[in-house]
């Protein structure tokens, strides 16, 4: 049995990732690619990690690690309302990987539902 946060960041991890998959594609435009597989996920109605790195760096309150921020849009257009879509940066990532803390409410609400409605993301890895 996963803790909540072990069994959420297996999820954030499995959620197809955009940016990444832009960049394989791509070597410029990767942000203009990042939206047009938005759209084309959006449409299908498949889960989505999309990212977007920011200018400023972040460092944990924690441990003092210094690293890039990122905020991530995670959505789900299968899940209830409140749950299809939501916000988190890197910072919260680090604390939950590497200081195994939850994550904030709304971003756990977000993977119950994603377990909800597509179980298969877990057992496909
Ligand atoms: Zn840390």
Redesign the pocket.
């Known amino acids: 049995m996963l803790s909540d946060g072990t069994r959420s960041l297996a999820l954030f991890d499995a959620l197809p990732d955009l940016l990444s998959l832009a960049r394989r594609r791509s070597v410029d435009d990767v942000y203009d690619l990042q939206e047009k597989l938005r759209r084309e996920y959006r449409s299908r109605g498949d889960a989505i990690k999309w990212s977007m790195p920011l200018r400023h760096f972040r460092q944990?309150e924690?441990?003092g690690?210094k690293g890039a921020e990122i905020k991530y849009e995670l959505e789900n257009s299968k899940a209830r309302e409140g749950a299809a879509a939501v916000q988190l940066y890197e910072s919260e990532v680090?604390?939950v990987r590497?200081?195994g803390e939850d994550f904030s409410s709304p971003v756990m609400h977000f993977f119950d539902e994603l377990v909800r409605t597509s179980a298969d993301l877990l057992r496909t890895r």
């Open positions: 944990c924690v441990c690690a680090h604390r590497e200081h």
